[in-house]
């Protein structure tokens, strides 16, 4: 009997998510032969309430874009109206914001780290990043008072200093994520159940990652090398020295040690914003009307490079804001990488852009195409079938996570 | 310091007879082009082919009163982004899309027909973005003669 086509549709509901999504999946079989997506389920006209918003208004709103990366956004946005205003901000309000969007990355992909062992079954790795995210999770909180929407920004600067008792403390805990990751990348590259889960999975070719407009560690992955950080240096990144991590396997394994050579690099250049930090002013007294002219502005979030465009009209509310978040400009890159694949690696496969997936529980319909039948399963359920699934095909985390276990209580 | 940015300017200047206020180096990767519409299609293959800005950053549309704008910002891979702005009349408010060439575009140009009620030709057929599907005809809330509260009201209304 030949096999039969079943429509898939994945989401698109959760509220976790910044972006839900639907994926419309056509299966023969195992293999996803096409795929469509609907976005906008979650379109809250953040961009039109900012047209009737004053622009510090609009900085705390723009925040709130995304839990993970909303320091990603405000600084975006904020980057804009000093532009078109002609603010000079002091050095130290900019190495400021610039530790700030080091230490966001470094939350950022460790919570993804996390979420990539637990789509997989690789539970332990999840337990430890989580666990270590919490170092860093901590120094912002010190920082900032907050461990997300930290509110450090305000137009012309930052509204808190950094304290000479907090630098050792930033430094200890860096230490600390430093020799952690240390670790992971060890696991990356020497356990042979993760390398042969991932490798393979969610294929794509340098070509299609430019072609299709993949941005962040996706692209970096497929060996596209471009990072706004170097390539239109924002904030002081004109004056640190890094590297851009690129991969050449472009897959979700790739994908995985560009993330971890990521947190390597902030570490690094947490470590010379500390030690290059000037002293001084950390904020310029801003207008609160903003002269008409306009600006756009880019920054590298942890996902991909976000794009801001601001335009002014004098008034102390701007005429038009526009916010293209990396999210979007992965989404069909995903469509992409999904078709050809099998069912079971869905969710790594969706994960591995890190479209700020904290907690997946979303709903899925099947429709069997011949008899019209309709059958739900959710996100959990689709993911203990996707490990399951590598599990009879012999590629099993449960000795793994027992072995890393053991080895870290010996330690 | 901005060599760069003035030769394109004067590269796109002599190529396309624009005026030189019509291009802008606002400061260093930064260029503006106020283009017209007609002469978009051209200048745009251009500038990605010829001049190198290979990245499509994004699209932005913008309600101009009497027009309706659309700035597509490209970027090189050295970062310089050619901001390249039509005005098109809002009574027709009709552009072609770039999506073939760029498949990204596809979400942005949804975008400016679901929020400005832009026309965009050539657009492969498929789901709307962003608004939900039951979304009503003619109202496109980027406009700014459009209030969220139109909308709010008849919802109420419904549910009393």
Same mark, same amino acid.
């Given at each position: +009997?030949?096999?039969?086509?079943?429509?898939?549709?994945?989401?698109?509901?959760?509220?976790?998510?910044?972006?839900?999504?639907?994926?419309?999946?056509?299966?023969?079989?195992?293999?996803?032969?096409?795929?469509?997506?609907?976005? #906008?389920?979650?379109?809250?006209?953040?961009?039109? $309430?900012?047209?009737?918003?004053?622009?510090?208004?609009?900085?705390?709103?723009?925040?709130?874009?995304?839990?993970?990366?909303?320091?990603?956004?405000?600084t975006?946005?904020?980057?804009?109206?000093?532009?078109?205003?002609?603010?000079?901000?002091?050095k130290?309000?900019?190495?400021?914001?610039?530790?700030?969007?080091?230490?966001?990355?470094?939350?950022?992909?460790?919570?993804?780290?996390?979420?990539?062992?637990?789509?997989?079954?690789?539970?332990?790795?999840? +337990?430890?990043?989580?666990?270590?995210?919490?170092?860093?999770?901590?120094i912002?909180?010190?920082?900032s008072?907050?461990?997300?929407n930290?509110? +450090?920004?305000?137009?012309?600067?930052?509204?808190?200093?950094?304290?000479?008792e907090?630098?050792?403390?930033?430094?200890?805990?860096?230490?600390?994520?430093?020799?952690?990751?240390?670790?992971?990348?060890?696991?990356?590259?020497?356990?042979?159940?993760?390398?042969?889960?991932?490798?393979?999975?969610?294929?794509?070719?340098?070509?299609?990652?430019?072609?299709?407009?993949a941005?962040?560690?996706? $692209?970096?992955?497929?060996?596209?090398?471009?990072?706004?950080?170097?390539?239109?240096?924002?904030?002081?990144?004109?004056?640190? &020295?890094?590297?851009?991590?690129?991969?050449?396997?472009?897959?979700?394994?790739?994908?995985?040690?560009?993330?971890?050579?990521?947190?390597m690099? &902030?570490?690094?250049?947490?470590?010379?914003?500390?030690?290059?930090?000037?002293?001084?002013?950390?904020?310029?007294?801003?207008?609160?009307?903003?002269? %008409?002219?306009? $600006?756009?502005?880019?920054?590298?979030?942890?996902?991909?490079?976000?794009?801001?465009?601001?335009? %002014?009209?004098?008034?102390?509310?701007?005429?038009?804001?526009?916010?293209?978040?990396?999210?979007? %400009?992965?989404?069909?890159?995903?469509?992409?990488?999904?078709?050809? #694949?099998?069912?079971?690696?869905?969710?790594?496969?969706?994960?591995?852009?890190?479209?700020?997936?904290?907690?997946?529980?979303?709903?899925?319909?099947?429709?069997?195409?011949?008899?019209g039948?309709?059958?739900?399963?959710?996100?959990?359920?689709?993911?203990?079938?996707?490990?399951?699934?590598? &599990?009879?095909?012999?590629?099993?985390?449960?000795?793994?996570?027992?072995?890393?276990?053991?080895?870290?209580?010996?330690? | 310091?901005?060599?760069?940015?003035e030769?394109?300017?004067?590269?796109?200047?002599?190529?396309?007879?624009?005026?030189?206020?019509?291009?802008?180096?606002?400061?260093e990767?930064?260029?503006?082009?106020?283009?017209?519409?007609?002469?978009?299609?051209?200048?745009?293959?251009?500038?990605?082919?010829?001049?190198g800005?290979?990245?499509?950053?994004?699209?932005?549309?913008?309600?101009?009163?009497?027009?309706?704008?659309?700035?597509?910002?490209?970027?090189r891979?050295?970062?310089?982004?050619?901001?390249?702005?039509?005005?098109?009349?809002?009574?027709?408010?009709?552009?072609?899309t770039?999506?073939?060439?760029?498949?990204?575009?596809?979400?942005?140009?949804?975008?400016?027909?679901?929020?400005?009620?832009?026309?965009?030709?050539?657009?492969?057929?498929?789901?709307?973005?962003?608004?939900?599907?039951?979304?009503?005809?003619?109202?496109?809330?980027?406009?700014?003669?459009?209030?969220?509260?139109?909308?709010?009201?008849?919802?109420?209304t419904?549910?009393?």
């Amino acid at each position: +009997m030949p096999e039969r086509e079943v429509k898939l549709t994945i989401g698109p509901q959760h509220p976790m998510l910044k972006e839900p999504e639907s994926f419309l999946l056509t299966l023969r079989g195992e293999k996803i032969t096409d795929m469509t997506v609907r976005l #906008g389920y979650n379109h809250r006209g953040i961009e039109k $309430a900012c047209e009737q918003r004053t622009y510090i208004q609009d900085m705390y709103l723009v925040e709130r874009v995304c839990g993970i990366c909303s320091h990603s956004h405000s600084t975006c946005f904020i980057q804009a109206v000093e532009e078109i205003a002609g603010l000079q901000v002091p050095k130290r309000g900019l190495y400021i914001r610039t530790l700030i969007s080091e230490l966001e990355r470094i939350h950022s992909h460790l919570l993804w780290l996390g979420v990539a062992g637990h789509e997989i079954g690789f539970g332990t790795l999840l +337990m430890y990043t989580w666990r270590d995210r919490e170092l860093v999770m901590d120094i912002l909180a010190l920082i900032s008072g907050n461990r997300v929407n930290y509110g +450090m920004n305000t137009i012309g600067g930052v509204r808190r200093d950094i304290t000479a008792e907090q630098i050792p403390q930033i430094l200890s805990a860096i230490d600390t994520l430093e020799e952690r990751t240390k670790y992971y990348i060890q696991v990356g590259t020497q356990e042979i159940t993760l390398r042969e889960r991932l490798s393979g999975v969610g294929k794509l070719s340098r070509e299609d990652a430019t072609h299709l407009g993949a941005v962040g560690p996706t $692209a970096r992955a497929s060996g596209v090398n471009r990072d706004v950080r170097r390539d239109d240096p924002y904030a002081v990144y004109g004056e640190l &020295s890094f590297n851009v991590i690129t991969d050449e396997h472009s897959d979700v394994y790739g994908r995985t040690l560009v993330r971890v050579g990521e947190l390597m690099e &902030s570490y690094k250049l947490v470590r010379q914003i500390l030690k290059q930090m000037p002293d001084g002013p950390v904020v310029v007294k801003a207008p609160r009307k903003i002269p %008409a002219g306009q $600006a756009v502005s880019r920054y590298e979030a942890p996902r991909g490079e976000d794009v801001h465009y601001v335009k %002014a009209n004098g008034s102390d509310k701007p005429e038009r804001v526009k916010v293209r978040a990396p999210t979007l %400009a992965n989404v069909q890159v995903v469509a992409h990488m999904l078709k050809d #694949g099998y069912l079971a690696d869905t969710p790594i496969v969706i994960a591995a852009i890190d479209p700020c997936f904290s907690c997946t529980d979303r709903a899925i319909a099947t429709t069997n195409i011949d008899n019209g039948r309709t059958d739900r399963m959710d996100w959990p359920t689709l993911r203990k079938y996707g490990i399951d699934w590598y &599990s009879k095909q012999g590629i099993d985390f449960a000795e793994l996570n027992r072995k890393l276990r053991t080895m870290r209580e010996s330690n | 310091m901005l060599a760069e940015e003035e030769k394109i300017k004067q590269q796109l200047a002599e190529r396309f007879g624009l005026p030189a206020e019509k291009i802008t180096v606002q400061r260093e990767r930064r260029i503006w082009a106020d283009v017209q519409a007609a002469e978009f299609g051209e200048i745009f293959d251009y500038a990605v082919d010829k001049l190198g800005f290979v990245i499509l950053a994004t699209i932005t549309g913008l309600d101009e009163g009497p027009t309706l704008g659309v700035i597509y910002h490209i970027a090189r891979e050295s970062g310089i982004i050619l901001n390249l702005h039509i005005s098109v009349p809002k009574d027709k408010p009709v552009i072609k899309t770039i999506s073939a060439r760029f498949p990204a575009a596809d979400a942005y140009e949804r975008e400016m027909v679901d929020l400005l009620g832009m026309q965009v030709e050539g657009l492969p057929p498929g789901n709307r973005y962003p608004l939900p599907d039951g979304w009503p005809a003619g109202q496109y809330p980027l406009r700014k003669d459009w209030k969220s509260d139109t909308i709010g009201k008849t919802e109420v209304t419904e549910n009393a």
